[in-house]
C-alpha cells in the first residue's frame, strides 16, 4: 500500500537515522521515538501530511520549538523541515486522502490514535476531543470510560443515556473550561456530540449524541453532563450491520407498545418509498475448503435439526445449506471443518440470533363443552394448575412430544390438530416458551378420563383455577376466543329468530 510507502520514506529519511546517531542525546530521540509512534499509527497519507505539515516552517531563532531542529543540523541530520517539501513532492497525487468525519461509523472499533490523529492533538490521553476551530466546532468526540479513574461514567439507560463527567483540572469541574462549554454549547450550534465507549483498548463509537443537561454533587463538587442518544436510523450516518439491526429491533419493540390505533395512524403517515441507509459489514476470508468439505459431509440434510435442504440453490441446484462456525470466528474460533456444521436457514438463524429457552407443549382438549386442565407436578406448585403436556427433547417435533408426553404420563392418545397460541415467560432461571395446540382424542368411542391429577372444567370457571404463570397468557387468548364464539353464537341465533 502507498501509505506504507509514505510512512516508510519518513521513517528512514529521519527518524531511524537520528535514533542510531551515537551523538543524540536522549532528550531529543525520545521526541523521535514519540513522533514514530504516531507516524506509524496514521493510515492515510494526507493524515501524514497533515501532521509533518507542523514543520513547513522552521521555527525562528530562540524558539524552544527550534531546539530538535538546530541539534539536527549540527550532527548533519536530515530535519523534519527539510523532508516535509520532499514528501509533498513525492506524495503529491495522494496528500489529499485524508480522514473526515464521515469515514467514522457509528458502531465500528476505533483506537485512541485514530481521534487523536483525526482531532491533529496527538494526544491519546484525552477525554473529550473538539474537531475543527474554535468556535464552529464540526463534532465533539467523547471517550466514555466507566471502570477507571475516580469518577466513572455510567449508562443511565444502557446505550441510551448516558452521565459523562466534566473535564476538570485539578479537581475543580468548571463549565467554562472550553471541552465543558463546547458540550453545553453544542444544542445552540448543533454540534454533533459523537460518545466512544472504551472497552481495554478498543474504542467503539455508540452513536451520535445530544446535550441534555448539566448537574453538580455538592459532596465532592463533581459535575457531570447527561448525553442522550439520537437515533442511528435518523443520522445519514454509515452503520455497521450489527448498529442497524440493533436500531430497527428497538424501533420494532417501540411500535410493540402502542396502540393499535397509533400504529395504523403512523401507517397513514408514513412515507412508502423508505429512505436509503449506508451500512458497513466486515467479513472473515473464509476457506473455500472447509466449506465444501463441511457441505459434503452434510450430504444435503441439517446437522442440527437433521432434515433435508429447505430449497436447492439457484447457481449450482445443490441443496441450500449454510456452513455455521460453532465457536464464532469474531471471539477466536478456528476456520475448520471441526469447528463448523451445515445449517439450514432456520436452524442458521437460531444459532445466532434465538435466546436460549426451554420448549414446553400442551394440549387443548375440550370434549362435552369441558376442558381438560392437569395439576402440577412440581412440589412447589401443587396447588397450580396446566395444561398437558410436557417438555420437547432435542431434535422433537411439538406434535410428537404432546403425543408422546400425554400417551405417557395421562395414557391418553391423542391426534394433535392445529396450533393455538404460545407463551414466553422468564422466572428469573430460564425463559420457557409454551406452544399449544388444539388436540383431539384418536379413540372413535370415548371412555372416561380418569387420573388423579387430572380435571375437566367448565371453560367459564376457568378463572376460578390458579394456573402457572407461564400459561397465563394462553388462558386469557382462550377466555377471549369463548366469550368470541358465545358472541357468534348469539348472533346467529338473532339472525335466525328474526
Known amino acids: 500500500m502507498i501509505i506504507h510507502d509514505a510512512i516508510s520514506f519518513v521513517v528512514e529519511e529521519v527518524e531511524n537515522p537520528a535514533l542510531m546517531h551515537p551523538s543524540l542525546e536522549d532528550e531529543f530521540k525520545n521526541k523521535v521515538t514519540r513522533s514514530k509512534t504516531i507516524v506509524h499509527r496514521i493510515k492515510k497519507i494526507g493524515d501524514l501530511k497533515r501532521y509533518l505539515q507542523r514543520f513547513e516552517i522552521i521555527p525562528p531563532p530562540g524558539d524552544q520549538k527550534r531546539a530538535l531542529y538546530d541539534r539536527f543540523k549540527v550532527l548533519g541530520l536530515k530535519t523534519y523541515e527539510d523532508l516535509y517539501p520532499e514528501f509533498v513532492r513525492k506524495f503529491a497525487q495522494y496528500i489529499d486522502d485524508v480522514t473526515v468525519i464521515d469515514d467514522f461509523v457509528i458502531g465500528k472499533e476505533y483506537s ?9 492533538t496527538y494526544d491519546t490521553q484525552s477525554g473529550i476531543y473538539l474537531i475543527g476551530n474554535e468556535p464552529n466546532y464540526q463534532a465533539v468526540f467523547v471517550k ?32 467554562s473550561y472550553k471541552y465543558n462549554a463546547a458540550i453545553i454549547n453544542s444544542v445552540k450550534t448543533n454540534t454533533p456530540i459523537y460518545v466512544f465507549e472504551k472497552q481495554d483498548t478498543r474504542l467503539i463509537l455508540k452513536g451520535i449524541f445530544k446535550y441534555e443537561s448539566n448537574h453538580f454533587e455538592s459532596s465532592d463538587g463533581s459535575r457531570w453532563f447527561l448525553l442522550r442518544k439520537i437515533n442511528s436510523l435518523q443520522t445519514n450516518k454509515m452503520l455497521t450491520t450489527r448498529e442497524y439491526d440493533v436500531e430497527i429491533e428497538k424501533q420494532v419493540h417501540i411500535s410493540r407498545k402502542s396502540t393499535n390505533f397509533e400504529r395504523k395512524k403512523r401507517l397513514l403517515d408514513a412515507d412508502k418509498t423508505p429512505a436509503k441507509l449506508t451500512v458497513t459489514s466486515t467479513q472473515f476470508l473464509r476457506n473455500s475448503d472447509v466449506i465444501v468439505e463441511v457441505l459434503l459431509r452434510a450430504k444435503g440434510v441439517c446437522e442440527k435439526c437433521r432434515k433435508p435442504a429447505p430449497f436447492i440453490r439457484a447457481s449450482d441446484l445443490t441443496p441450500y445449506l449454510e456452513v455455521h462456525h460453532v465457536i464464532p470466528l469474531a471471539i477466536g474460533g478456528e476456520d475448520t471443518v471441526e469447528n463448523a456444521k451445515a445449517l439450514c436457514p432456520n436452524c442458521h438463524r437460531e444459532a445466532h440470533f434465538a435466546a436460549k429457552v426451554h420448549t414446553v407443549v400442551a394440549g387443548i382438549l375440550i370434549e362435552n363443552g369441558q376442558l381438560l386442565i392437569a395439576q402440577c407436578s412440581n412440589d412447589s406448585n401443587l396447588e397450580k394448575w396446566e395444561l398437558p403436556g410436557g417438555k420437547v427433547n432435542e431434535n422433537e417435533s411439538h406434535e410428537n412430544c404432546l403425543r408422546r408426553m400425554l400417551r405417557e404420563k395421562f395414557n391418553i392418545t391423542v391426534r394433535v390438530q392445529k396450533f ?17 395446540y388444539i388436540v383431539k382424542r384418536a379413540e372413535v368411542n370415548h371412555t372416561v378420563i380418569e387420573h388423579e391429577s387430572l380435571q375437566w372444567i367448565n371453560p ?39
Not at 358472541?487 to 328474526?498: D, E, F, L, Y
Open 460 to 498: 367459564d370457571n376457568i378463572n376460578n383455577y390458579e394456573f402457572l404463570s407461564v400459561i397465563n397468557h394462553v388462558i386469557k387468548q382462550f377466555e377471549k376466543n369463548q366469550k368470541s364464539k358465545i358472541k357468534n353464537q348469539k348472533s346467529i341465533v338473532n339472525i335466525t329468530t328474526k
Open 420 to 436: 393455538f397460541g404460545e407463551s414466553v415467560y422468564n422466572n428469573g432461571n430460564e425463559i420457557i416458551r409454551l406452544m399449544t
Open 144 to 175: 466514555a470510560t466507566f471502570e477507571e479513574g475516580k469518577y466513572p461514567n455510567k449508562w443511565i439507560e444502557s446505550n441510551e443515556l448516558l452521565k459523562y463527567y466534566m473535564y476538570s483540572l485539578k479537581g475543580n469541574f468548571n463549565p
Open 112 to 120: 485512541s490514535w485514530d481521534i487523536s490523529i483525526f482531532s491533529k
